[in-house]
């Protein structure tokens, strides 16, 4: 299964709500605390770091691709995440290399 979302943010719910765990599972198996779930859940807290949702996403066996602000979560085992992580990852990698190129022949 794979879910686009406009933030970070969103994206870590649909991750809490598709894992459909409760808050103290949830904190078991993140080693986060609970109250950071429920301020999420409440909107409290909406910037929640890069690092924080890798962790949240890894530890529920999802994956999560930001593409230019546009959030992707996929179960890991979709074949279709694979697929579209390397075409991400081939794009960022062609930029990379285009950039490194015009520094080049700039010199």
């Known amino acids: 299964m794979t879910k ?6 969103e994206a870590v719910l649909g991750m ?3 894992s459909k765990l409760n808050k103290t ?7 986060l ?15 929640i770091s890069d690092s ?8 529920l066996g999802f994956q999560l691709i ?8 996929s ?9 579209q992580a ?3 990852t081939i794009g960022l990698l062609q930029d990379k290399i285009a950039a490194l190129e015009k520094e080049l022949m700039d010199k």
Not at 35 to 43: P, Q
Not at 75 to 83: P, Q, R
């Open 4 to 9: 686009t979302y406009n933030s970070r943010s």
């Open 66 to 73: 930001n593409d230019d602000g546009v959030f992707t979560v």
């Open 86 to 88: 390397q075409a991400i």
């Open 25 to 31: 599972d949830l904190s078991k198996k993140t080693g």
């Open 52 to 59: 924080t949702a890798q962790l949240i996403a890894g530890k």
């Open 33 to 47: 605390n609970r109250s950071n779930f429920y301020r999420w859940e409440n909107g409290t807290i909406t910037n």
């Open 16 to 18: 809490i709500n598709m």
């Open 75 to 83: 179960d890991k085992t979709d074949i279709n995440y694979t697929i």
